[in-house]
């Protein structure tokens, strides 16, 4: 099977210069350095990576709410506006949350300052704000639904070979929720890609195998019944994003049954990996989705700096192998991982998984 893939140059631009992490300020992990050692994967396999060709505003309104968008694409002008600003948007104001997952997007922040709108759109000291993110981001976003409409205009009938994308995607979206950013995320491309491909797919499920849970993508999707989410990530108990990830969380209303989450021990390797894979796909199979999302992050590998579990660089190849067997149009968006330099191996062992 031919998998396309879809990148755009200036997702590299965005170059974030702090991190809070256990009361330090410190250089972030979302390295643009990433993206080479990704593109290293998609040479060594000879994929050459499509250029989105248009921008894809739409796409990103279907998911997040207007306040949020119009504050991502103007924050950074807006900074330079401030009186002895630092070098980024950066939130000290922080609205609270309840940090339940039922709770649906807020209205547009009521206060018109940028620092009030900085607390209420970024959600952590993990999403900083330079003078390029907003272009990265919008790039990344671009390059997301490239990838979607690639599937949705595949080769027909999609039997033996359904259509399969891959999405490079820097910055990274599935911590973000409709209406705020966290955890290096600013637009969530694999929410807008499930969206996007609700437009030619009845039912579409999303599988996140990042280390972290795709709370952002769980948020958008909570309370609809025609899109299945699907997170397994370290057990958020003792790891970000803290407050939702649990088994017990399992959607509302028309969505109620619609989201399963599987938490990992810490420490758990390819093996625990597998068997979750393999009970998310029944999930898959049972909810009779027609096309699938893969939220593919890499933090889950060993030597990942911000990690918690124990896969080694082959076991993604595992994961990819039960991805092919479902069969589905799918569509791969990069989330995380750190280790910058496994993640070409990590990447071309997925890929070899699925083709
Ligand atoms: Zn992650």
Same mark, same amino acid.
């Given at each position: 099977m031919s998998v396309r893939a879809f990148y755009h140059p200036t997702q590299a631009a965005h170059d974030p210069l702090q991190y809070m992490r256990v009361g330090r300020v410190i250089a972030p992990k979302d390295v643009p350095a990433r993206i080479e050692a990704l593109l290293g994967a998609l040479r060594s396999l000879d994929i050459a990576p499509e250029k989105p060709s248009a921008d894809y505003a739409d796409a990103r309104a279907a998911v997040h709410t207007k306040g949020f968008l119009h504050f991502l694409e103007t924050a950074w002008d807006r900074w330079q506006q401030l009186p002895e600003h630092g070098p980024e948007v950066w939130p000290n104001t922080f609205p609270y949350w309840s940090g339940r997952p039922e709770d649906a997007a807020r209205p547009d922040c009521p206060a018109e300052h940028i620092i009030a709108q900085a607390g209420w759109y970024l959600g952590d000291l993990s999403v900083p704000m330079g003078p390029h993110t907003w272009l990265s981001v919008r790039e990344s976003s671009n390059t997301a639904i490239a990838a979607a409409d690639a599937i949705r205009s595949g080769p027909k009938p999609q039997v033996p070979s359904p259509p399969m994308a891959y999405a490079l995607c820097r910055p990274s979206g599935h911590h973000t929720r409709a209406d705020r950013a966290s955890g290096f995320c600013y637009v969530n491309n694999t929410a807008a890609v499930a969206q996007r491909l609700r437009a030619t797919f009845k039912r579409v499920a999303i599988l996140d195998v990042d280390a972290h849970h795709g709370d952002g993508t769980q948020q958008i999707f909570y309370a609809r019944p025609d899109v299945l989410t699907i997170s397994i990530h370290a057990d958020p108990r003792n790891y970000y994003p803290f407050f939702t990830g649990y088994a017990n969380e399992v959607g509302i209303g028309d969505g109620a049954g619609v989201n399963l989450n599987l938490p990992l021990a810490h420490g758990s390797t390819g093996a625990v990996m597998f068997t979750a894979v393999d009970r998310a796909a029944e999930a898959i199979r049972a909810f009779g989705a027609d096309a699938l999302v893969v939220a593919l %992050?890499? =933090? *889950?590998? *060993?030597? =990942?700096?911000? %990690?918690v579990l124990k896969l080694e660089s082959p076991d993604f190849g595992g994961i990819g192998t039960r991805v092919k067997a479902l069969g589905l149009p799918t569509v791969i968006v990069q989330e995380g991982g750190y280790a910058v330099d496994a993640l070409t191996d990590c990447l071309s062992s997925f890929l070899d998984g699925v083709r």
């Amino acid at each position: 099977m031919s998998v396309r893939a879809f990148y755009h140059p200036t997702q590299a631009a965005h170059d974030p210069l702090q991190y809070m992490r256990v009361g330090r300020v410190i250089a972030p992990k979302d390295v643009p350095a990433r993206i080479e050692a990704l593109l290293g994967a998609l040479r060594s396999l000879d994929i050459a990576p499509e250029k989105p060709s248009a921008d894809y505003a739409d796409a990103r309104a279907a998911v997040h709410t207007k306040g949020f968008l119009h504050f991502l694409e103007t924050a950074w002008d807006r900074w330079q506006q401030l009186p002895e600003h630092g070098p980024e948007v950066w939130p000290n104001t922080f609205p609270y949350w309840s940090g339940r997952p039922e709770d649906a997007a807020r209205p547009d922040c009521p206060a018109e300052h940028i620092i009030a709108q900085a607390g209420w759109y970024l959600g952590d000291l993990s999403v900083p704000m330079g003078p390029h993110t907003w272009l990265s981001v919008r790039e990344s976003s671009n390059t997301a639904i490239a990838a979607a409409d690639a599937i949705r205009s595949g080769p027909k009938p999609q039997v033996p070979s359904p259509p399969m994308a891959y999405a490079l995607c820097r910055p990274s979206g599935h911590h973000t929720r409709a209406d705020r950013a966290s955890g290096f995320c600013y637009v969530n491309n694999t929410a807008a890609v499930a969206q996007r491909l609700r437009a030619t797919f009845k039912r579409v499920a999303i599988l996140d195998v990042d280390a972290h849970h795709g709370d952002g993508t769980q948020q958008i999707f909570y309370a609809r019944p025609d899109v299945l989410t699907i997170s397994i990530h370290a057990d958020p108990r003792n790891y970000y994003p803290f407050f939702t990830g649990y088994a017990n969380e399992v959607g509302i209303g028309d969505g109620a049954g619609v989201n399963l989450n599987l938490p990992l021990a810490h420490g758990s390797t390819g093996a625990v990996m597998f068997t979750a894979v393999d009970r998310a796909a029944e999930a898959i199979r049972a909810f009779g989705a027609d096309a699938l999302v893969v939220a593919l %992050g890499f =933090d *889950a590998h *060993a030597r =990942d700096p911000l %990690g918690v579990l124990k896969l080694e660089s082959p076991d993604f190849g595992g994961i990819g192998t039960r991805v092919k067997a479902l069969g589905l149009p799918t569509v791969i968006v990069q989330e995380g991982g750190y280790a910058v330099d496994a993640l070409t191996d990590c990447l071309s062992s997925f890929l070899d998984g699925v083709r």
